[in-house]
């Protein structure tokens, strides 16, 4: 990345309720902050991160709130 530019690299996949299906990507900005991108159907219950991220990052990401939204089709 470059320096003078602010850009972002995926770090993990957030995995769905099914356990199978990748729904979204969490980002690290070369600002050092995380952010959450969803696939084109939006936001929905994930179940876990590839790879799993350490306990302050899941923070950053609210993971705990990830895991209990809508499952697409509820």
Request: glycine letters at 6%; proline letters at 4%.
């Amino acid at each position: 990345m470059k320096e003078d530019m602010v850009e972002a690299v995926a770090i993990a996949n957030l995995i769905a309720a099914d356990q199978s299906s990748i729904v979204g990507w969490v980002y690290r900005w070369n600002t050092g902050a995380l952010a959450v991108r969803w696939d084109a159907h939006g936001p929905q219950r994930v179940s876990k991160l590839c790879p799993d991220l350490c306990d302050a990052d899941k923070a950053e990401i609210d993971f705990a709130s990830l895991t209990q939204l809508p499952c697409l089709g509820d």
